[in-house]
């Protein structure tokens, strides 16, 4: 996992005030900012559960290395010079933590029948399992162009196996379904909560 690179240094410091000036970004109208590190992760969702094929592959490697060579961003993280690889990373693994709890808790995910329906709670936790393990992370073994690929998978995960702990054991369920060596080879292995006595 991507550790803070937080540092002292003032060159450190100034890097880490640009990649949050450049992720986070006024709302107009709300007193919460936007954060473009979402966008990846909303890129990547709605390609993977959407139309499968060559075509929307193609498209989602496009748009998510447009995001990742953006001019601004490329200078933050040369800027950062050997740390610009972990900087990169923790606002992945952050921002795809942050994702997953916006869908938890975003009424127009969790709907069914046309949006007329609102699921319940393990029905939102069910289909937040899937789109990561049957579609989102499939995608992004399927983009071997994407450098950020394997981290993004590892982000997402990691984001999956902290907001719905009790889950891990359907998680598992799914990777080993993929049969998948490359993918056995990123991920940890999965740790299940005991079960209680006398249940």
């Given at each position: 996992?991507?550790?803070?690179?937080?540092?002292?240094?003032?060159?450190?410091?100034?890097?880490?005030?640009?990649?949050?000036?450049?992720?986070?970004?006024?709302?107009?109208?709300?007193?919460?900012?936007?954060?473009?590190?979402?966008?990846?992760?909303?890129?990547?969702?709605?390609?993977?559960?959407?139309?499968?094929?060559?075509?929307?592959?193609?498209?989602?490697?496009?748009?998510?290395?447009?995001?990742?060579?953006?001019?601004?961003?490329?200078?933050?993280?040369?800027?950062?010079?050997?740390?610009?690889?972990?900087?990169?990373?923790?606002?992945?693994?952050?921002?795809?933590?942050?994702?997953?709890?916006?869908?938890?808790?975003?009424?127009?995910?969790?709907?069914?029948?046309?949006?007329?329906?609102?699921?319940?709670?393990?029905?939102?936790?069910?289909?937040?399992?899937?789109?990561?393990?049957?579609?989102?992370?499939?995608l992004f073994l399927a983009l071997p162009d994407l450098e950020e690929a394997e981290v993004m998978i590892q982000a997402l995960d990691q984001?999956?196996?902290?907001?719905?702990?009790?889950?891990?054991?359907?998680?598992?369920?799914?990777?080993?379904?993929?049969?998948?060596?490359?993918?056995?080879?990123?991920?940890?292995?999965?740790?299940?909560?005991?079960?209680?006595?006398?249940?």
């Amino acid at each position: 996992m991507a550790d803070d690179n937080r540092t002292d240094s003032p060159q450190a410091k100034e890097t880490m005030e640009a990649m949050e000036a450049f992720r986070f970004f006024p709302l107009s109208g709300k007193k919460e900012k936007g954060d473009r590190f979402l966008q990846p992760w909303l890129y990547s969702h709605v390609f993977a559960t959407g139309q499968s094929g060559r075509g929307e592959r193609k498209r989602a490697q496009k748009e998510l290395k447009r995001f990742f060579t953006q001019k601004e961003l490329r200078a933050i993280l040369d800027q950062a010079d050997q740390d610009g690889q972990t900087l990169l990373e923790t606002q992945l693994y952050d921002s795809a933590r942050k994702y997953l709890k916006l869908c938890l808790s975003d009424d127009g995910f969790g709907r069914k029948l046309f949006g007329l329906v609102r699921m319940k709670e393990e029905e939102k936790e069910d289909k937040i399992i899937r789109d990561v393990y049957r579609s989102m992370i499939p995608l992004f073994l399927a983009l071997p162009d994407l450098e950020e690929a394997e981290v993004m998978i590892q982000a997402l995960d990691q984001a999956c196996r902290k907001l719905l702990p009790g889950r891990t054991e359907d998680m598992e369920a799914l990777v080993m379904s993929l049969d998948n060596d490359r993918l056995d080879s990123l991920l940890p292995p999965f740790e299940h909560a005991p079960e209680a006595d006398g249940e």
